[in-house]
């Protein structure tokens, strides 16, 4: 499973219905979530760690599985 597969996994488990829907609720361009979960742009350190703060899982998983 890559990266961006466990970030929509995550998002998807959370009960965010879309990735837009979750990028408003954490202030982050659609754009910029979008390609993190669709796997052409790599997130930030920061980032990452954001989105494993709201998914609620742990951000070794969300980064290396």
């Known amino acids: 499973m890559e990266r961006w597969?466990?970030?929509r996994l995550a998002?998807?488990?959370r009960g965010f219905k879309s990735a837009s829907e979750a990028a408003?609720?954490?202030n982050i361009p659609v754009?910029?979530?979008v390609g993190h979960e669709s796997g052409p742009r790599s997130?930030?350190?920061d980032?990452?760690?954001k989105y494993?703060?709201?998914f609620k899982v742990p951000?070794?998983?969300l980064a290396y599985g």
């Open 52 to 54: 494993a703060q709201v």
């Open 11 to 13: 998002r998807q488990k």
């Open 47 to 49: 980032e990452l760690q």
């Open 31 to 33: 754009g910029t979530y």
């Open 59 to 61: 951000l070794p998983w």
């Open 24 to 26: 408003r609720r954490m």
């Open 5 to 7: 597969d466990r970030i």
């Open 43 to 45: 997130p930030k350190d």
